[in-house]
Protein backbone atom coordinates (compact mmCIF):
# COMPACT_ATOMS: atom_id res chain seq x y z
CA UNK A 1 0.00 0.00 0.00
CA UNK A 2 1.57 3.28 -0.84
CA UNK A 3 2.08 6.07 1.95
CA UNK A 4 2.09 9.59 0.15
CA UNK A 5 3.45 12.26 2.03
CA UNK A 6 5.81 15.53 2.16
CA UNK A 7 9.00 15.13 3.76
CA UNK A 8 10.82 18.47 4.68
CA UNK A 9 14.21 19.12 5.08
CA UNK A 10 14.74 21.97 8.02
CA UNK A 11 18.16 22.00 7.63
CA UNK A 12 17.04 23.87 4.03
CA UNK A 13 14.02 25.90 5.40
CA UNK A 14 14.99 28.97 5.74
CA UNK A 15 11.31 30.34 7.21
CA UNK A 16 10.08 32.57 3.96
CA UNK A 17 6.41 31.19 4.80
CA UNK A 18 6.55 30.63 0.40
CA UNK A 19 4.46 27.78 1.16
CA UNK A 20 1.50 29.03 3.20
CA UNK A 21 1.20 31.60 0.74
CA UNK A 22 1.14 29.29 -2.23
CA UNK A 23 -1.01 26.77 -0.74
CA UNK A 24 -3.30 29.66 0.35
CA UNK A 25 -3.57 30.85 -3.01
CA UNK A 26 -4.00 27.61 -4.46
CA UNK A 27 -6.39 26.43 -2.56
CA UNK A 28 -8.84 29.31 -1.92
CA UNK A 29 -8.04 29.49 2.16
CA UNK A 30 -9.91 32.00 3.97
CA UNK A 31 -7.73 34.75 6.10
CA UNK A 32 -6.76 33.49 9.20
CA UNK A 33 -7.17 29.38 8.02
CA UNK A 34 -4.31 27.34 7.17
CA UNK A 35 -3.47 24.41 5.61
CA UNK A 36 0.09 25.05 6.48
CA UNK A 37 1.87 27.05 8.93
CA UNK A 38 5.46 27.89 9.45
CA UNK A 39 6.06 27.58 13.28
CA UNK A 40 8.93 29.77 14.29
CA UNK A 41 10.98 26.83 16.89
CA UNK A 42 13.16 29.38 19.33
CA UNK A 43 15.13 30.83 19.46
CA UNK A 44 16.75 28.22 22.08
CA UNK A 45 19.98 28.71 24.13
CA UNK A 46 21.64 31.29 25.62
CA UNK A 47 24.18 33.88 23.22
CA UNK A 48 25.55 32.97 21.25
CA UNK A 49 24.92 29.80 21.52
CA UNK A 50 21.32 29.70 20.28
CA UNK A 51 19.33 27.67 17.59
CA UNK A 52 16.18 28.36 15.60
CA UNK A 53 14.56 26.56 13.09
CA UNK A 54 11.35 26.63 11.20
CA UNK A 55 8.46 24.24 10.99
CA UNK A 56 6.20 24.19 8.25
CA UNK A 57 3.15 22.02 10.35
CA UNK A 58 0.30 20.35 7.61
CA UNK A 59 -1.36 17.12 7.61
CA UNK A 60 0.43 14.57 8.81
CA UNK A 61 -1.18 11.48 6.67
CA UNK A 62 -1.02 9.66 9.43
CA UNK A 63 -0.92 5.65 9.18
CA UNK A 64 -3.52 5.52 11.44
CA UNK A 65 -5.35 8.69 11.35
CA UNK A 66 -7.70 9.48 14.34
CA UNK A 67 -9.67 12.31 11.93
CA UNK A 68 -10.94 9.23 10.10
CA UNK A 69 -11.96 7.20 12.94
CA UNK A 70 -14.51 9.30 14.58
CA UNK A 71 -15.75 11.50 11.32
CA UNK A 72 -18.99 9.99 11.70
CA UNK A 73 -20.06 10.81 8.36
CA UNK A 74 -17.41 8.99 6.55
CA UNK A 75 -16.53 12.68 5.39
CA UNK A 76 -13.16 11.82 6.48
CA UNK A 77 -12.13 9.21 4.69
CA UNK A 78 -8.77 7.35 2.82
CA UNK A 79 -8.59 7.60 -0.98
CA UNK A 80 -7.50 4.91 -3.41
CA UNK A 81 -4.10 6.37 -3.10
CA UNK A 82 -4.49 6.15 0.83
CA UNK A 83 -4.37 10.29 0.93
CA UNK A 84 -6.52 11.03 3.86
CA UNK A 85 -9.01 13.61 2.77
CA UNK A 86 -12.12 15.05 3.31
CA UNK A 87 -15.53 14.86 1.02
CA UNK A 88 -17.14 18.12 1.98
CA UNK A 89 -20.63 16.93 0.87
CA UNK A 90 -20.54 14.59 3.75
CA UNK A 91 -19.14 16.58 6.27
CA UNK A 92 -21.87 17.81 8.27
CA UNK A 93 -19.60 20.72 10.57
CA UNK A 94 -19.51 18.65 13.87
CA UNK A 95 -15.56 19.37 14.11
CA UNK A 96 -15.20 15.98 15.81
CA UNK A 97 -11.91 15.38 13.36
CA UNK A 98 -10.55 18.72 14.43
CA UNK A 99 -10.98 17.19 17.92
CA UNK A 100 -9.19 14.06 17.25
CA UNK A 101 -6.01 15.87 15.30
CA UNK A 102 -3.32 15.48 17.54
CA UNK A 103 -2.08 18.09 15.51
CA UNK A 104 -4.51 21.08 14.78
CA UNK A 105 -3.91 21.07 11.48
CA UNK A 106 -7.02 21.09 10.04
CA UNK A 107 -8.98 24.00 9.93
CA UNK A 108 -12.76 25.18 9.70
CA UNK A 109 -14.18 26.93 6.78
CA UNK A 110 -17.13 29.23 8.24
CA UNK A 111 -18.69 30.40 4.79
CA UNK A 112 -19.22 26.92 4.04
CA UNK A 113 -19.54 25.28 7.08
CA UNK A 114 -17.13 22.15 6.43
CA UNK A 115 -13.62 21.04 7.93
CA UNK A 116 -10.49 21.59 5.08
CA UNK A 117 -6.77 20.25 5.32
CA UNK A 118 -4.31 19.69 3.42
CA UNK A 119 -4.51 17.29 0.57
CA UNK A 120 -1.72 17.06 -0.72
CA UNK A 121 -2.48 18.90 -3.68
CA UNK A 122 -4.54 16.21 -4.96
CA UNK A 123 -5.99 18.08 -7.82
CA UNK A 124 -2.31 18.05 -8.85
CA UNK A 125 -0.79 14.82 -7.51
CA UNK A 126 -3.62 13.08 -9.16
CA UNK A 127 -2.29 14.17 -12.77
CA UNK A 128 1.09 13.43 -11.73
CA UNK A 129 2.08 16.57 -10.81
CA UNK A 130 3.86 18.44 -7.46
CA UNK A 131 2.23 19.57 -4.50
CA UNK A 132 2.55 23.50 -5.25
CA UNK A 133 4.30 24.41 -1.92
CA UNK A 134 6.94 21.44 -2.95
CA UNK A 135 6.84 22.57 -6.06
CA UNK A 136 7.54 26.63 -5.46
CA UNK A 137 9.91 25.98 -1.79
CA UNK A 138 12.61 28.65 -3.02
CA UNK A 139 14.75 26.53 -0.93
CA UNK A 140 14.30 23.34 -2.05
CA UNK A 141 13.10 22.38 1.29
CA UNK A 142 10.37 19.91 0.42
CA UNK A 143 9.77 16.27 -0.97
CA UNK A 144 7.00 14.72 -2.27
CA UNK A 145 6.52 10.95 -3.09
CA UNK A 146 5.59 7.65 -1.74
CA UNK A 147 7.35 6.22 1.37
CA UNK A 148 6.62 3.24 0.35
CA UNK A 149 8.76 3.54 -3.36
CA UNK A 150 12.34 3.85 -2.91
CA UNK A 151 12.63 5.71 -5.91
CA UNK A 152 10.21 8.42 -4.64
CA UNK A 153 11.52 11.97 -4.18
CA UNK A 154 10.61 11.83 -0.51
CA UNK A 155 12.34 8.26 0.28
CA UNK A 156 15.22 9.11 -1.34
CA UNK A 157 15.57 12.29 0.64
CA UNK A 158 15.24 9.89 3.82
CA UNK A 159 17.55 7.67 2.14
CA UNK A 160 20.04 10.07 2.05
CA UNK A 161 19.94 11.73 5.90
CA UNK A 162 21.47 10.52 8.90
CA UNK A 163 18.80 8.34 10.42
CA UNK A 164 19.64 10.49 13.38
CA UNK A 165 18.39 13.67 11.76
CA UNK A 166 14.89 12.02 11.03
CA UNK A 167 12.30 13.00 12.99
CA UNK A 168 8.44 13.21 13.09
CA UNK A 169 5.82 14.99 14.95
CA UNK A 170 5.36 13.24 18.21
CA UNK A 171 3.59 9.69 17.47
CA UNK A 172 0.04 8.87 20.01
CA UNK A 173 -0.52 5.98 17.97
CA UNK A 174 -1.02 7.67 14.79
CA UNK A 175 2.01 6.68 12.85
CA UNK A 176 2.38 9.96 11.36
CA UNK A 177 4.05 9.92 7.82
CA UNK A 178 5.66 13.62 7.12
CA UNK A 179 8.93 13.59 8.27
CA UNK A 180 11.34 16.02 9.11
CA UNK A 181 15.37 16.96 8.35
CA UNK A 182 16.84 18.18 10.88
CA UNK A 183 20.64 17.89 11.80
CA UNK A 184 22.17 18.57 15.46
CA UNK A 185 25.04 20.54 13.83
CA UNK A 186 21.74 22.92 12.83
CA UNK A 187 19.83 22.88 15.65
CA UNK A 188 18.15 19.91 18.56
CA UNK A 189 14.97 18.90 17.60
CA UNK A 190 12.53 20.42 19.81
CA UNK A 191 9.35 18.46 20.40
CA UNK A 192 6.31 20.29 21.90
CA UNK A 193 7.43 23.02 23.61
Not at 60 to 88: H, M
Request: net charge negative; with cysteine.
Amino acid sequence: MAQYAIVVDLNRCIGCHGCEVVCKNENNIALGEYWNKVVDRGPFGDYPNMELYFLPTMCQQCADAPCTNVCPTGASYRDGDDVVLIDKEKCIGCKYCMMACPYGVRSWNAAERVVEKCTLCAHLTKNGELPMCVRTCSAGARFYGDLDDPSSDASKALAAADPASIHTLEDVGNHPATHYILSPGRAAWKEGE
